[in-house]
């Protein structure tokens, strides 16, 4: 499975973004996908997953209520709707896909997914 993150930009403090991952691969409909992102001087940081079906998601506390993911396996594509944005959330966002138990901790932890693709730089203003 390859994985490209699109979508990131400028925008300012209270503003909305939509990223998109496109993936290609026959078996990418079978996969939990994670987004992760990644601001200067800190450490990766897991942001939400979605189940392969779509009916689980689960997200970072910070962005509860805010990020939303969705996916759509005919499009091989997941999404990530980014509302009401922060400064802090200015990163770089990848996303990530694997076989892995839907469970806190497996889905949180960047180790644990197989396919990464490049990250889209997303920059939020005060």
């Avoid at 979508?7 to 079978?30: D, E, K, N, P, Y």
């Avoid at 209520?65 to 396996?73: E, K, L, V, W």
Wanted: one cysteine or more; hydrophobic letters at 35%.
């Amino acid at each position: 499975v390859q994985l490209q993150a699109s979508g990131g930009g400028l925008v300012q403090a209270g503003g909305s973004l939509r990223l998109s991952c496109a993936a290609s691969g026959r078996t990418f409909s079978s996969y939990t996908l994670g987004w992760f992102r990644q601001a200067p001087g800190k450490e990766r940081e897991f942001v939400g997953s979605v189940t392969w079906s779509g009916g689980s998601t689960y997200y970072l506390d910070s962005v509860k209520g805010r990020f939303t993911i969705s996916r759509d396996n005919a499009k091989n594509t997941v999404y990530l709707q980014m509302n009401s944005l922060k400064p802090e959330d200015t990163a770089i966002y990848c996303c990530a896909a694997g076989s892995l138990l839907w469970s806190g901790v497996m889905i949180t932890t960047g180790s644990h997914y197989n396919y990464w693709g490049q990250g889209t730089q997303v920059t939020v203003s005060s």
